[in-house]
DNA sequence: CATTGATATATCGAACTGATATATCGTGCA
DNA sequence: TGCACGATATATCAGTTCGATATATCAATG
């Protein structure tokens, strides 16, 4: 899940770790607070599979890309003085940009348009998908809409039979009530943006999808006929 | 969070690991799909903690209650088929019933009556705690509600800062609002609910919390002047 | 020039999820 | 009768995520 996030992000532009996090926070607002212990570990894992890899556009200038090996500096740390001799002034501390790779747009790709979990936090879920909906194709943008829908429309009939069923408290019953409430504006939200979605697709205006600009991904997703 | 919810359930009536499942996504819908892979772990934990225990309430009969000691039987396996043996007719099966100890009551009402762990899935807790508000003294109750009224409050400046910064695409934009509206929607119901409160201590009619039956807990919380 | 606070990366343990394994019971059906 | 199947039930595993914490640097502040 966080790996599209991420994915996501890094298409736009290179971003460090950091900067990651208060984009996802600040901007998206998706991960409310999303720890370190759940972003480095996951840029470590999406290099590790080349879905992307350090920029190290450094600062001003662009010096020996590769480790000039300091030699007697002890393992781990030298990597971390390394990083900092290399980009030293001009940007702000040592850190490590990271860009996104030919298989990581692939990978993006292939997350966003997977089908969701079915058990995960539907919402979060969702809510990052349609963050980056620019990216998918317009049929499946509107799939993507329509599968939400059907997902809260079950939600409201298991809603329906809870009310039913046996005597809540108060308090409990509210809980129930007002969540069903909310199932049912996320509903009229959904069926304003699918009927947007489909005016648009009726009446095709210039580029309506990111200038995604000849990648060969896009090939592979069935745009077709 | 979870061992909340187990607590609270048990403090109504014993159950066994999978019901406990079923009340929590059918009745009162909170952890939609509550994993056994959490679930058995955290009555593990709670067992271990002695704020439960299970409770062999077993069929017809209350054969000898504890383990008869069947001898050549190998370890895990032993305890299994002597829980099998001891409630064979009456019950569905070999299930382990849990009932809460003394411990476990005092556990509940400091984990309910907590604060917030502030950075955590805010909804879910909150609901969490709403659900379980009946065995709260009444001005807890209201301090919940108020200190989620603020949380809310708070999560909508910071939404107003977002849409006024970076221009988001159509649908982040659309995400973002609805959210926006979303949350004032529920911060509306938390008055509601803070409303009726505050009538409902006005004027106390008969028992309103709950018939917690002098134990000793309660003296704990400060309940007071 | 020491202290504090923001920026930045990293790691740990505990918790949760999704998947899977195992066993038993009840029911339909051949 | 028997036996396949689905529901009930407990348990465990690997992989993620979270919260806390450690470490280091830089900027501002007094």
Redesign the interface.
Known sequence: MLDLAILGLLQEQELHGYEIRRRLR????LF??ISFGSLYPALSRLEAAHAVAVAESGGTATTAPSMPFTGSLSGERAGLRARRAAAPRGTKRSRKVYRITDQGLQLFDQLLDADEPA?TD?ARSF?LR?????HLAPQARLALLERRRAQLTRRLA??Q??VA??T?????R???E??T??TE??IA?LDR?IESERQKQAAPRSENHEPHAGDAVTAMKGINP
């Open positions: 600040d901007e998206l607002g409310a607070n058990g539907d809510g349609l963050a980056f909906a620019r298991t809603d039979v809870r069923g046996p809540l408290d108060v308090y409990a509210s809980l129930v007002h969540g409430e909310a504006h996320d939200w943006l």
